[in-house]
Each structure stands twice: as structure tokens, then as C-alpha cells.
């Protein structure tokens, strides 16, 4: 599958669920239990089915692994608490602030994979975080 398309269906996905959660009148504490329920459901059986295949990349530490790993899902847990309050505020507008932060994810993303993942930086990606940002401006007006 093209990187393009998998990128279209994950976003579809993501952006799916909160105009869902938001639409169901689920405060904080629902939103973060079906989250977590749905996650494990869907993806365990993926998991287990994909055991074959090696969990770290070659010549990576595990227990760096593992710590960022562990690090970058709290990180998600803490955006996970700020969502369903976004949602709870707002919910006449939902639509408007999830695309605030789908931009806003997918920019740090870009930013990161460019300072950490060996990603060059190039005009283009210049031009899409500027782009992004005005976007994230004009949208939160």
C-alpha cells in the first residue's frame, strides 16, 4: 500500500473517533477507557499475529527501546487527559479543533523526524510546517 494512502486512512481513522466520542456526550474518564479498550482489541490480534517479526530494529538498544517507548506513551496518556476536555468545551466546533490538532501532531512529527530521524530538511518541508502554522492560526481565530 502507498505511503500516501496509509497516511489518508490512519488520518481518516483518527479524525473519525473524536467527532464520534464528542457526538456520544463520553466526558474524559469514558473517552479514555474506550480509547484504551478499542486500542488493545483491535491491535492485540494484529500483534500476535506479526510475533514473527523482529520488535527492535537491528543493532538498537532494547532498554532504550523500551524507556522511550514507555516515555513517548505517557506523553500520549497526558494528550489523551487534554482531548476529551477539548471536546467537552467544544463540541459545536469540534471539527474545527481536531484539525487544529491533527495539524499540530503532524507537524511535531515532521519537526522531530527531521531533528532526530535523520529526515532532510528541505524547501518543501519548510513551506508545509509554514503552511501548518498559519493554518493552526487561522483555524484558532
Known sequence: MHPTLV????GAAFGSWALVMSLTGLRAGGVAFALLAGTVLVVAPWFLMARPEPWLAPGRDAWIAIVAGLGAACLNGIGM????????ATPAIVGTRMLILNVTVVSI????????????????KIAGLLLAVAAVWLLGR
Open 109 to 124: 512529527v515532521s519537526v522531530w523526524s527531521i531533528a532526530f530521524g535523520g529526515q532532510t530538511l528541505t524547501a518543501s
Open 81 to 88: 487527559v487534554f482531548l476529551p476536555r477539548l471536546l467537552d
Open 7 to 10: 497516511a489518508i486512512c490512519a
